[in-house]
């Protein structure tokens, strides 16, 4: 091939804008808003140049924007390493990589770039209309890199040809689905990377803080229950326990407690969690958890933890107690902590828990008397609370009353270790929705709370949350009951009418099956299909026979339609051959069409006269840049042709 046969023709460059377009496109949804507006102006630059036929820039420019470019990405990202600064370099690279195609070659580089790039998006989403994007993206770049390589075809054919790879690619990529070796943790596993983009509870809590938590509709994790689900006021999914107060904010005592003493009162309720990455290693089980999966324990507040943070969607089976006593006897050094207060501040709440502690004759009534004085007085359950000064629970307690789940049960705690009432802050979800066609509930950030705990003799740690007493409804029927009109909710849980709510119903559904089927297809799914396929004890080696035989057979397929193809002729082919078959003649090896009606022009003019036309259609539909607007007219020449016999 000639250098100049290796330069890109004036109909190439738009498949390839139209591949940058589409693998970088949904890239502006994650990364810095300089990125894309950069990497916008380089391909809008690219495709200016190609319109006008201008010089693309050369090396003494493009030199300094690839410098400038990764300074820029290690000044937003600190590194070139990782998830998110390796994929704005790919991004980067792709842009100015339109800026110096020239040969054939740099345009299958910007087709390498593409399809690496569709890679790149389940780093950051792994849905349904990611999964939909990648398809279509991946159609297009592969008709761009049929169109570099089959000639002067039409756009329709290009796709057509995409379209038919695509679709015989599908057993073998069937085949390494299901067989090939699923690997536990996430897509991208560097460190760097494990704690970004992570929503959910922390393991400290401060006013404000879980309310912030509630405006957001993304689902937490969802949950289906073996048997009939507890009813919505036992929904209490426990998360971080709180015991360390500083004033201003709640936080986990780092110290390990010792195990529990859990002592269950009624039946076990078993049930799968499907839990969406959070960045923690916080189980979030049903108060309270009787059975843990492997890997997972408490610690010694009743809250289920794994060994290391869930970094990926993971499904688990639990079983939780929801009538239950925690440590009936508990250790001193728990119950001290437990009633530790700052040395100063607060003065009014604490005269408040005084007051109680001499006027009631037990703990238990000094609880009643607080949750009395909170269902008596005016408080406001809202998300919208206005600031509180330093000292924050005197502040909440008598001057604005009102508040969110946080506010209720921090200074709910204040009070009772004020009264000498060991008490503590759990944070965790309350409730959920149940979806009637998939059977599962699904619990979102908005259902986050925050409850308490005290500790009684003869009792254990009893919960006590003071929201119930303020707000029942957001108890008793969610949180969109419990706010009153305006409040700042997700657009997801606001009351909506029943045909919105079936909507969104079937949407979620859908997604949860991809999620369990497609996405959820992991290690022990897959040890469950080869059981059914007849191998129950499939180690590696098993998985990796079954595999290359499984894939041998997939090409097998693949290469028999291939091959079934390319012996069955195209239509300009065979009406080629009819057309010699009704004239008499048979066009030698070796013999072009031309060369066929100079030699009947010889033997036979009157016979030539009625097949020149066929020759010179048959010679448009099967060279011409569009063939297929000359097949019709073919198709009626050779079926004007007198029906002869062979010499």
Not at 105 to 134: C, E, K, N, S
Not at 202 to 222: D, K, N, Q, T, Y
Not at 582 to 601: F, K, M, N, S
Request: glycine fraction near 8%; proline fraction near 7%; charged fraction near 20%.
């Amino acid at each position: 091939m000639s250098a100049s046969d290796d330069l890109l023709s004036r109909e190439e460059p738009p498949w390839l804008f139209a591949v940058a377009l589409a693998t970088t496109l949904p890239h502006t949804l994650h990364q810095p808003a300089w990125l894309s507006g950069l990497a916008g102006m380089l391909l809008a630059w690219a495709a200016w140049l190609w319109q006008r036929d201008q010089r693309l820039p050369g090396r003494w420019l493009l030199l300094p924007l690839a410098i400038g470019g990764c300074l820029a990405i290690v000044a937003e990202f600190g590194t070139l390493f990782g998830r998110d600064a390796g994929v704005a370099m790919l991004v980067l690279f792709m842009a100015m990589k339109l800026l110096e195609m020239r040969q054939r070659r740099d345009a299958v580089v910007v087709v390498m770039l593409g399809y690496f790039l569709l890679l790149t998006h389940y780093f950051h989403a792994q849905d349904i209309p990611t999964g939909l994007w990648l398809l279509l993206a991946l159609w297009l770049v592969t008709a761009a890199l049929i169109r570099l390589h089959a000639g002067r075809i039409g756009p329709g054919e290009t796709l057509r040809y995409a379209g038919q790879i695509g679709l015989q690619a599908l057993p073998l990529m069937l085949v390494l689905y299901l067989l090939f070796p699923r690997i536990g943790g996430p897509l991208w596993g560097l460190p760097q990377d494990a704690f970004q983009a992570r929503s959910g509870l922390s393991e400290s809590m401060s006013p404000g803080s879980i309310g912030e938590l509630v405006r957001s509709g993304e689902i937490a994790f969802r949950v289906r229950f073996d048997g009939a689900p507890p009813a919505r006021p036992l929904l209490y999914w426990r998360g971080p326990v709180l015991e360390r107060y500083d004033g201003t904010s709640w936080q986990v005592w780092p110290q390990r407690r010792p195990a529990e003493t859990i002592e269950a009162l009624g039946p076990a309720i078993d049930y799968e969690t499907t839990l969406e990455a959070h960045g923690q290693r916080w189980l979030l089980a049903l108060d309270a958890a009787a059975t843990l999966p492997a890997g997972a324990s408490l610690d010694g507040r009743l809250s289920a933890q794994l060994a290391k943070p869930v970094e990926a969607r993971r499904r688990f089976r639990l079983s939780s107690t929801p009538a239950y006593r925690l440590n009936r006897h508990e250790q001193p050094a728990t119950l001290t902590a437990n009633l530790a207060l700052p040395p100063t501040g607060n003065p009014r709440t604490l005269a408040l828990a005084a007051r109680w502690r001499d006027e009631e004759k037990s703990p238990s009534g000094i609880v009643d008397r607080a949750l009395r004085h909170f269902r008596n007085e005016p408080f406001h359950y809202t998300l919208q609370p206005p600031l509180l000064g330093r000292d924050a629970i005197d502040d909440f307690l008598f001057r604005s009353r009102r508040g969110f789940c946080e506010h209720y049960a921090a200074a709910f705690v204040v009070l009772m270790r004020a009264a000498g009432v060991p008490a503590r802050v759990v944070t965790g979800y309350q409730g959920g929705e149940f979806n009637p066609l998939d059977g599962y509930l699904v619990v979102r950030q908005s259902e986050a709370h925050a409850w308490s705990e005290v500790w009684l003799a003869e009792r254990g740690w009893v919960r006590v949350d003071p929201t119930a007493a303020v707000a029942p409804e957001r108890i008793e029927r969610g949180i969109a009951e419990a706010l009153p009109a305006g409040e700042p909710l997700p657009l997801f849980i606001q009351r909506h009418a029943d045909w919105l709510r079936g909507m969104r119903h079937r949407w979620e559904a859908l997604n949860n099956a991809w999620n369990q089927r497609v996405i959820g297809f992991d290690a022990q799914r897959q040890r469950q299909l080869l059981a059914d396929l007849g191998l129950p004890d499939a180690d590696w080696r098993t998985l990796a026979i079954t595999l290359s035989l499984a894939g041998a057979a997939a090409l097998a397929l693949i290469a028999a339609l291939a091959l079934r193809r390319q012996h069955r002729q195209p239509p300009v082919l065979r009406l080629w051959l009819r057309a010699q078959r009704r004239i008499g003649v048979h066009c030698a090896p070796g013999e072009t069409p031309l060369a066929l009606a100079a030699r009947l022009r010889r033997s036979d003019p009157a016979s030539a006269e009625a097949f020149d036309p066929v020759v010179r259609l048959f010679l448009l539909a099967r060279y011409a840049p569009t063939p297929n607007l000359h097949l019709a007219a073919l198709r009626a020449a050779v079926a004007r042709l007198p029906r002869r016999r062979s010499a």
